[in-house]
């Protein structure tokens, strides 16, 4: 009797193990990264499942599909009618157990857990309210138990079910979220540093991914929010962007948004509003499992302040840092955290020249001593150290582009990209081949030593190329495409509306420049409407530059082709919405005719001849260096 009970236990364990497994994969959409296969947390997972017969049976009392729980949360939700949070059931993150919010019904409680931001904690404390085995664990268990069940998520309701329980005051939604900053980091050190993760990142396939190549890498990777089409790739949870999880696209006004070091107030709030059992809380956690989960919470936030700065001062540059911010900007604006957090925490680029993954530097064989040269690199210069105003050297075809910004900048960049084998050039909407080139080295002049980057700019074999743009028209596609940004707009408005032309040109003349004098202006210019002589040593260098019209780009595009420094088919095809048109096209003789139409009638509709004065003087030192005619625009201005 006692070998049949045996056999059956056996039996028992491997369907146990079975039923994990198959309800496990089954419902969790494979990451991009790395392919779908058992990872060791799942084996430490499946090992779990077979450490003894004793808690294997009682597991199998936890997993089979519960009905009192998800009576009780229909029941609770079924009163309530007229509510504005409709879910359809057809949202991605609705039925996925690892994004749907947890529900504790007897709490009238929603939590969502959104990776790396404290979701093993908040699910722990999940489990430990539902009685799980697993929630003392910091492993995977606790997630996978989880995520098992069929009465722990809103997505086990029914969409009409889960639209009360969002618009039902009495229930307490909660959500968790983290700085982008900090969360991708943590990301990168956990699934990527100790898991193994995103492999595919990485430019050497013996070694794991740099943090610039990983951040290069999910520049180019899709979110819920973007087109199905713009990129190949799907974001990983653990870096997919924080609106993503629990319908906080859609619900945000439903939940209460705590930032991850104020972990300690929710907890104590959920405790004094009753919506969670102060037992639970008051014991059982830390490494010893006798401290308070408020004390636990407390001593991490003061135990990692410091130590994240350092991390982030570690892994950081100003370019990835800059690229961070872009890639979520929208969760730092949905959930108020500020983009400049982390600012003075992190070196200038350059700086982490150790950290860059072994690229050592090339050196250049090139004309003569610097020394014999009257225009020399001192390596001091602003322009040289700035990674977006150094100039992009382009070795195998022996170019130096200068890319200022409003000159063309972009299709400038794609078309570098393209040529060096970039894999987000061919994107003509998102700013991701911006921080691609930055974030690569070897393709800057400031890659090179000063007295190598001086050698460069005087050797004749290398062409040197700055597209530049007259003053008054750039000014004014500067002011259209910046003023869009309700943040850029505020410094100039003092509200959320959009200043006039007018108010934004009186402020900009008031503004320095790189050659202006120290404190002559109310604050340094931006980029898109600063001075052109401030990019590239245009100022110091000019002479050593070919200086393009941004009107006459087909002809400099014809003129890389016939000198052999850009392959035909690159210039002939790829280009466009479609994607199958010629670079040409953006600048061929027609569409640079009907651009000056429309730049005239812009020009006439937005200048005054006082503020074409003002323009005119500010920028006059552009207007004289690159030969624009002063009064170009005078006879489309009225008074």
């Known amino acids: 009797m006692a070998v049949e009970l045996g056999h059956i236990s056996l039996a028992l364990s491997v369907v146990v193990t079975l039923y994990v497994i198959h309800d496990t994969f ?17 084996l430490d997972w499946v090992r779990y499942q077979q450490q003894g017969l004793a808690e294997e049976q009682q597991l199998v009392n936890r997993l089979q599909p519960p009905t009192q729980p998800l009576q009780t949360a229909r029941q609770a939700a079924g009163h309530l009618s007229g509510n504005t949070f409709s879910v359809s059931g057809d949202e991605p993150w609705f039925k996925d157990p690892w994004r749907s919010p947890l529900i504790l019904p007897e709490q009238k409680l929603v939590i969502c857990s959104v990776p790396k931001c404290g979701s093993t904690t908040l699910r722990r404390l999940v489990g430990r309210m539902l009685q799980s085995p ?38 307490r939604k909660i959500a968790v979220v983290r700085h982008p900053v900090t ?18 990142y990485s430019s050497d396939p013996q070694r794991k991914p740099t943090f610039e ?51 300690p107030n929710m907890v104590k709030s ?18 010893k499992g006798n401290e308070s989960l408020f004390r636990y919470l407390s001593a991490n936030k ?69 020394a014999e040269h009257k225009l020399v690199v001192s390596g001091l210069e602003t322009w040289f150290s700035d990674v977006w105003r150094t100039p992009l050297l382009l070795r195998s075809q022996k170019l130096v ?35 691609w080139l930055a974030s690569k080295a070897e393709l800057h002049l400031n890659d090179l030593s000063p007295s190598e980057a001086t050698e460069v700019m005087h050797n004749p074999e290398w062409r040197k190329l700055a597209v530049v743009h007259h003053p008054v028209p750039r000014l004014l596609a500067a002011y ?47 980029e898109q409407w600063g001075y052109q002589h401030c990019f590239c040593g245009l100022r110091q260098l000019a002479p050593l530059y070919e200086a393009v019209h941004v009107d006459d780009l087909a002809t400099l595009v014809e003129s890389l082709v016939n000198d052999r420094r850009l392959p035909e088919q690159m210039a002939t095809s790829g280009w466009g919405n479609s994607s199958k048109e010629p670079l040409f096209s953006f600048h061929d003789n027609a569409a640079i005719a009907k651009r000056r139409d429309e730049i005239k009638r812009d020009i006439a509709l937005h200048y005054t001849k006082e503020l074409l004065a003002l323009v005119k003087e500010k920028y006059s030192v552009d207007i004289e260096l690159f030969g624009f005619d002063p009064d170009k625009y005078d006879g489309f201005v009225n008074s």
């Open 26 to 42: 089954s419902w969790r959409p494979p990451p991009p990264c790395p392919p779908l296969s058992l990872d060791m947390s799942q």
């Open 183 to 200: 969360r991708t980091l943590s990301a990168y050190q956990d699934k990527v540093l100790r898991a193994g993760w995103g492999q595919s």
């Open 134 to 171: 697993h929630w003392q664990s910091n492993g995977e268990a606790i997630h996978y138990w989880l995520a098992s069940r069929h009465d722990a998520h809103l997505g086990d309701l029914s969409p009409q079910e889960a639209s009360r329980v969002m618009g039902d005051p009495a229930w």
């Open 480 to 526: 259209r495409a910046r003023m869009s940004d309700p943040a850029v707009a505020r410094d100039y408005s003092g509200s959320e509306e959009v200043p006039s032309f007018a108010v934004f040109v009186r402020a900009v003349v008031k503004e320095a420049g790189c050659s202006d004098p120290p404190g002559s202006g109310t604050r340094n210019m931006r």
């Open 213 to 263: 190549e990983f951040v290069v890498g999910l520049l180019g990777e899709r979110g819920c929010m973007d087109d199905v089409n713009a990129q190949t790739k799907t974001l990983n949870e653990h870096w997919q962007h924080l609106q993503c999880f629990c319908g906080l696209d859609k619900f945000q006004s439903a939940y209460e948004v705590f930032h991850l070091d104020d972990a």
């Open 401 to 435: 582009v200068c890319s200022i910004p409003m000159n063309a900048a972009k299709t400038l960049r794609r078309l570098a990209g393209r040529l060096v084998g970039s894999p987000v050039w061919i994107d003509p909407v998102s700013p991701y081949i911006h921080y």
């Open 302 to 370: 003061l135990e990692t302040s410091h130590h994240t700065r350092k991390q982030v001062n570690k892994y950081y540059t100003k370019v990835v840092l800059d690229a961070i911010k872009m890639k979520y900007k929208e969760d730092m604006d949905r959930f108020g955290f500020n983009p400049e957090e982390f600012d003075d925490a992190v070196k200038a680029a350059g700086d982490h020249a150790g950290d860059s993954g072994g690229i050592a530097e090339s050196k250049l064989s090139a004309g003569q001593p610097a």
């Open 270 to 287: 959920l405790v004094d509003s009753g919506h969670l059992l102060k037992p639970m809380v008051d014991s059982g956690w830390g490494e």
